[in-house]
C-alpha cells in the first residue's frame, strides 16, 4: 500500500466520484456491442436470420479480433485525453508547487498519478473483458491469443500513459500536452504504414533509404499493425509480438524515468526567451499593434514566447513541414518531368493522400483550441476582466473563431500551396479546388464554433476537450458503426444520404473529384455538396446560439450601459 503513497488514492478516488467513468464504461460496451452488430450482420445475412451452432466457431474469432480492435483504439484514443493534463493543470492552477514542498519524490508523484489513470482505464476496459472470453469459449480463439492481446493494451497504455505524463511536465497548458501527444500518435502510428502502402515514389540514394528504414523499424513496433495483421492471417505471430511489446515497454519505461527525473526542474519557473530581431520593421509587421481591434489582436498575437519543450515541439513540426513542403515540390516536378498520359501521377497520388490528412490535422487543431480557449479564461482567472470590458458578445465570439482559425495557419498554408500548385497545373481541376476550398471553411468554422459552445458551456477545459473529441470522432465516420448494422443489407454499400455527414468521406470525396474521374462522380458530388450544405447550416444554427446565449451563460448582464460579470444565470431570467 505504501508503494503507491497517498497521491495514488486521492487521485483514484477523485477519478472515481466524477460522472465521466459511468459514461465511458457505457460508451465503451456500446462499441463493442457496435462491433458484434457488425460481424454478425452479414452471417446473420447469409444464413437467412439464423445463425447454426455450427458457425459459432467461425463467427467467435472475427468478433474476437473486432473487438480487440476497439479495445486497443479506446486506450490510444482515451489515455491521452485523461493523462496529458495531470501536471500541466496543476501548473495553471498553481498547485504543482505546493505538492512539491511535501515529502512526496517526484516518482511517487508521478506513480501516484499514473497508477490512478491506469486503475481507471483498466475498469473501463474490463467492461468487454466477458465479450472477449465469450469468444474464447465458443472456441473460434485459444486462450493464449487473449493473453497476448491482454497484454498487449496493458504495455500499450502504459507506454502510453508514460508519454503522456513526459509531454504534460514540460507544456504550459493542458490543451498544449493533449495536442503534442495526439500529433505524435498521429505521426508514428498512423503515418508510416500510409506511406509504406503509398504508390507515391520514396526519394533515391541515402535519403530514400533512411526513410524507408525508419519507416519499416516504425511499423515492426506498431501494435495496430500486429493486431490488423494477426486478424488477416488467423493466428498470432510470437515473435512480432514480442519485438512490440518490448519496444512499447521500454520507451514507456525511458519516458517514465525521465518524467520523474525532469518534474522539479520542469516545475521551475522559466524565463521566455525574447527575440532579438524585435526591433526589425519585418517583426512589427508579424506583431502590429492592437488598433481597433484589440480581442482579435489578444487571440492572435499574445501566446506568451516557447519555452523547454515547446521548442523542441515546434522544431519537430516544422520539421516535418518542411518535410512534407519538400515531397510536394519533388512530387510537382516528377510530375511535370513525366510525358502526359498517366492519369495517376506522384502530384495526384500526393494530393489524394495527403491534401484530406492535412485539413484533418488543421481542424482537429481548431476543435482542441476551441474547446478550450474560454474554460481556460475561467481556470486562469481572466474571464471576469474580460467580461468587464465594453466588448460585446459579437466581437469576443468572432475574435475566439478567427483565434482558433489562427491557430493551424501554418498547415492552412501547406493546404492552399498544395491547391494552388494542383489548380495552376492542371492536377487538379479549379472548380474542385473552389468547392474543396468552400467545404473546409464551412467545416473550420463549424469546428471552431462547435468548440467554443462546449467550452463556455462547460466549466473545465478536460470536459469541454473530452466532449469535443468525442463529437469529432463520432462526425468523422463513428456514426457508421452504429447505422450500418442496421441500415445495410449484406453485401450492399451505404446509401448517399448516409455519408453526407461523414467528415473524411467528404475531404477524400472532393480531393477525388479533383484528381480523377471516378465512377459515379455525379453522386459523389451530390453527396459532397449535401455535406457542405449541412455542416453549413449547422454552422449557423450553432453560430446563433452562441451570440445569443453568450452573456446568460457567460454570466454576466448589461446594467445602466455597462457590463457586470458574476449574474447567474438563474438571476438572467429567460
Known amino acids: 500500500m505504501r508503494l503507491l503513497g497517498p497521491m495514488f488514492w486521492l487521485e483514484l478516488r477523485a ?26 450482420a452479414p452471417e446473420l445475412g447469409r444464413a437467412g436470420g439464423r445463425l447454426p451452432a455450427t458457425s459459432a466457431a467461425r463467427v467467435a474469432e472475427p468478433f474476437f479480433w473486432a473487438g480487440s ?14 493523462t496529458a493534463g495531470t501536471i500541466a493543470q496543476e501548473k495553471e492552477r498553481g498547485t504543482l508547487e505546493h505538492l512539491l514542498t511535501t515529502d512526496l519524490g517526484a516518482a511517487e508523484i508521478l506513480l501516484g498519478k499514473l497508477g490512478a489513470r491506469f486503475v481507471s482505464m483498466a475498469v473501463l476496459l474490463s467492461a468487454g473483458l466477458p465479450v472477449l ?24 497504455l502504459l507506454a502510453t500513459g508514460a508519454l503522456s505524463l513526459w509531454v504534460s511536465i514540460h507544456a504550459r497548458r493542458g490543451r498544449e500536452a493533449v495536442q503534442v501527444v495526439y500529433a505524435v500518435g498521429l505521426i508514428v502510428v498512423l503515418f508510416p504504414p500510409v506511406f509504406a502502402r503509398s504508390p507515391i515514389p520514396w526519394p533515391g540514394g541515402v535519403v530514400g533509404a533512411t526513410l524507408r528504414l525508419v519507416d519499416q523499424g516504425l511499423i515492426r513496433v506498431n501494435p495496430l499493425v500486429w493486431l490488423l495483421g494477426s486478424w488477416q ?27 520523474a527525473w525532469q518534474l522539479r526542474r520542469a516545475a521551475l519557473p522559466q524565463t521566455p526567451r525574447i527575440s532579438r530581431w524585435r526591433h526589425l520593421p519585418a517583426f512589427r509587421l508579424m506583431r502590429p499593434r492592437p488598433g481597433r481591434r484589440p480581442m482579435a489582436w489578444k487571440e492572435f498575437f499574445t501566446d506568451p514566447p516557447a519555452t523547454g519543450l515547446e521548442r523542441v515541439v515546434r522544431a519537430v513540426v516544422s520539421a516535418i513541414g518542411w518535410g512534407a513542403l519538400l515531397w510536394m515540390v519533388w512530387a510537382f516536378a516528377v510530375t511535370v518531368t513525366t510525358p502526359a498520359g498517366n492519369p495517376r501521377t506522384p502530384f495526384r497520388v500526393f494530393a489524394l493522400l495527403v491534401g484530406p490528412s492535412l485539413v484533418c490535422i488543421a481542424l482537429l487543431g481548431v476543435v482542441v483550441r476551441a474547446a478550450t ?44 500551396l498544395l491547391w494552388l500548385l494542383g489548380g495552376t497545373s492542371g492536377q487538379i481541376g479549379l472548380g474542385s479546388v473552389a468547392g474543396m476550398l468552400v467545404l473546409t471553411v464551412v467545416l473550420a468554422l463549424c469546428a471552431a464554433t462547435l468548440g467554443l459552445l462546449l467550452s463556455l458551456r462547460l466549466r473545465t477545459s478536460v ?60 453522386q459523389l458530388l451530390a453527396t459532397c455538396a449535401g455535406g457542405g450544405l449541412l455542416y453549413g447550416a449547422l454552422w449557423l444554427v450553432l453560430l446563433w446560439i452562441v451570440r445569443r446565449r453568450f452573456d446568460r451563460w457567460a454570466g454576466r448582464s448589461l446594467v445602466g450601459g455597462t457590463y457586470e460579470p458574476g449574474v447567474s444565470s438563474r438571476q438572467l431570467g429567460p
Open 69 to 82: 480492435l476497439v479495445q486497443l483504439l479506446t486506450v490510444l484514443v482515451l489515455t491521452p485525453a485523461v
Open 373 to 416: 480557449c474560454i474554460s481556460s479564461e475561467r481556470e486562469h482567472k481572466t474571464w471576469d476582466a474580460l467580461l468587464l470590458t465594453p466588448l460585446g458578445a459579437g466581437e469576443i465570439v468572432w475574435a475566439k473563431l478567427l483565434g482558433c482559425l489562427f491557430t493551424v495557419r501554418r498547415v492552412w498554408l501547406l493546404v492552399a
Open 233 to 259: 492471417t488467423g493466428s498470432p505471430d510470437w515473435r512480432d509480438w514480442a519485438v512490440v511489446v518490448a519496444a512499447n515497454g521500454v520507451l514507456g519505461l525511458v519516458l517514465f524515468v525521465l518524467a
Open 133 to 156: 472470453g465469450l469468444a474464447v469459449w465458443l472456441g473460434g480463439v485459444p486462450i493464449e491469443t487473449l493473453l497476448a492481446v491482454l497484454g498487449l493494451t496493458a504495455v500499450m
Open 463 to 522: 470536459q469541454a476537450l473530452a466532449v469535443a473529441l468525442a463529437i469529432s470522432l463520432f462526425l468523422s465516420g463513428g456514426y457508421l458503426l452504429l447505422a450500418l448494422p442496421l441500415l445495410l443489407p449484406a453485401g450492399s454499400g451505404p446509401p448517399p444520404w448516409l455519408l453526407c455527414p461523414c467528415v473524411t468521406f467528404l475531404l477524400v470525396g472532393s480531393m477525388l473529384l479533383g484528381v480523377d474521374n471516378p465512377p459515379g462522380a455525379g
Open 15 to 40: 477519478n472515481a466520484r466524477r460522472p465521466r467513468s459511468f459514461w465511458l464504461r457505457t460508451l465503451y460496451a456500446g462499441l463493442l456491442l457496435v462491433a458484434l452488430c457488425n460481424v454478425l
